[in-house]
């Protein structure tokens, strides 16, 4: 609904001011692989995922494949991923449940809610948690694209961006 879609819009800017204010650090030089784990129950969804992943850069290596939450929250333990692209609903724990499990011991990941659901309860706790976008299904691929070249510190080939800073209630 366009409801929806001004206040996405309107939370997406506020966390990305918040982040912007307090405390980005940026790295200027070489490059290094960025890991990526894709979670999605839905396996053409992971396979879509997985190739726009590969396609954005050629650093970009998506490590790790979950059908559900307890995979999902098994394989970001093991392979403390750069960059996590989440379904929110997934058989066992849900996707926010993984990522508040990981939220103060893994400060660094940084995650991007992949879902079907446009309810702005679940963009605010996303965003509570630390999410750095909320992306609709089907998901386009342009915009994926660019968020992940911004995430694994791509923007203008060079810089390296990370941020630490949450939004907490």
Do not use: W
């Amino acid at each position: 609904s366009r409801v929806f879609q001004r206040e996405l819009q309107s939370a997406r800017l506020l966390v990305r001011a918040l982040r912007s204010a307090g405390g980005c650090q940026r790295k200027v030089g070489g490059m290094r692989m960025v890991k990526v784990v894709i979670c999605d129950d839905e396996i053409q969804i992971r396979n879509g995922l997985k190739k726009v992943v590969e396609q954005a850069d050629k650093d970009f290596r998506v490590v790790g494949l979950a059908g559900n939450g307890y995979e999902a929250h098994g394989q970001i333990k093991k392979l403390r991923p750069d960059i996590v692209l989440m379904d929110i609903n997934m058989p066992g724990m849900d996707g926010l449940e993984v990522i508040g499990a990981f939220t103060d011991t893994m400060p660094d990941i940084k995650y991007v809610i992949v879902s079907g659901h446009d309810q702005y309860a679940y963009v605010r706790k996303a965003m509570q948690l630390g999410a750095y976008d909320y992306l609709l299904k089907p998901v386009d691929r342009e915009e994926l694209t660019s968020i992940l070249q911004v995430l694994g510190g791509r923007r203008n080939g060079q810089e390296e961006v990370r941020c630490a800073t949450t939004v907490r209630q």
